[in-house]
């Protein structure tokens, strides 16, 4: 497993002068937010089949669900070239242990969703997803993508960041076959991370785990992981976050004096009340379980270096 997780970006987006004109993307949540967290894994999809720079821009065209790309002049169809890289690349980047991906919004390669795809007269459209994104979809389909415009909104990016996290260590819980002793100490150690994104989803997973014995343990594992990807895409809130927090105040108080727990307390209502961010309680959380050798503390997820990193 790398020592940091891995995430592929479109290329342009590093400030690769690779669009079609020569230009660049660059963006700043890529290259000075996700570039200190994540080891980047740069893919540009024209220039991989070998458009070439500058180059003759190109167009989604036909039924949406699966469009042709063809260019924008010449009317060449690059739609069999490209599919057979998408699946090829995207075969690659699962043999990489890549743990997210940031594609291009709009591309029509890269972009994954809302782009435009033209009648075959050439008229009104209908939003599609770009080839590559399409067969990275096909190919991975509980790996957290996002299109690189939603990471201006932080709590979208942090969402991102958790969910790249949370992808690579189920990857490590799967990689060697389905395991149920395996998948209930995944779940357990996710408990409160599944809390913080709404008590339906930690509900709904609860139940699939009760009711493993009724199938197969590779079925389990699969509505299971596809649940729990699921349940991570709803960004947690200030409320939800808070009430993780007090779940985990109430599990540690009757180890700590009186001073330690009003001390804990009013720094979780602090950040509820918006006076700290989340890594303020978490910190001191984290200190009380470690003093007083609270595991069940410790393991969760939830206390894991998920979140944006500090101004």
């Known amino acids: 497993m790398p020592a940091k997780p891995r995430i592929g ?19 700043r949540a890529v290259t000075d937010t996700l570039s200190r967290l994540f ?13 070439g720079v500058p180059r003759e821009p190109v167009d989604l065209v036909g039924d949406p669900k699966a469009p042709r790309m063809v260019g924008q002049r010449s009317g060449r169809d690059w739609t069999g070239i490209m599919r057979r890289y998408g699946r090829r690349r995207a075969a690659e980047i699962e043999r ?3 743990s997210g991906f940031v594609l291009k919004e709009g591309s029509p390669s890269c972009g994954p969703d809302r782009v435009p795809v033209l009648s ?3 008229g009104d459209h209908s939003p599609g997803s770009g080839l590559f ?6 190919a991975v389909p509980l790996l957290p993508v996002e299109a690189e415009d939603r990471l201006d909104d ?3 990016c ?3 960041i958790e969910r790249v996290q949370a992808y690579r260590e189920w990857r490590a819980c799967t990689r060697g076959g389905p395991s149920l002793s395996r998948l209930m100490d995944f779940h357990a150690s996710h408990k409160l991370a599944l809390l913080a994104h709404g008590e339906r989803h930690l509900r709904l ?8 014995g009724k199938s197969p343990p590779q079925t389990v594992t699969m509505r299971y992981g596809a649940a729990f990807m699921e349940a991570l895409k709803q960004p947690a809130t200030r409320k939800t976050n808070t009430n993780a927090l007090q779940h985990l105040t109430g599990f540690l108080s009757g180890r700590l004096d009186r001073d330690s727990r009003q001390r804990l307390a009013a720094m979780v209502d602090d950040y509820r009340l918006g006076r700290v961010r989340l890594s303020a309680p978490l910190k001191l959380i984290r200190q009380h379980a470690v003093e007083h050798h609270a595991e069940y503390v410790l393991r969760q997820s939830f206390l894991g270096a998920h979140r944006l990193p500090e101004p």
């Open 133 to 138: 994104a399409r067969a990275l979809a096909d």
């Open 154 to 156: 932080a709590p979208l």
């Open 39 to 51: 080891d980047i894994v740069a893919v540009c999809p024209e220039m991989e089949v070998g458009m």
């Open 96 to 98: 990489l242990e890549v």
């Open 205 to 212: 997973l609860g139940r699939l785990l009760a009711e493993a």
């Open 120 to 122: 075959e007269s050439g």
């Open 158 to 160: 942090e969402n991102f």
């Open 9 to 27: 970006v479109s290329s342009c987006l590093l400030g690769h002068g690779v669009r079609y004109d020569g230009g660049h993307k660059r963006h």
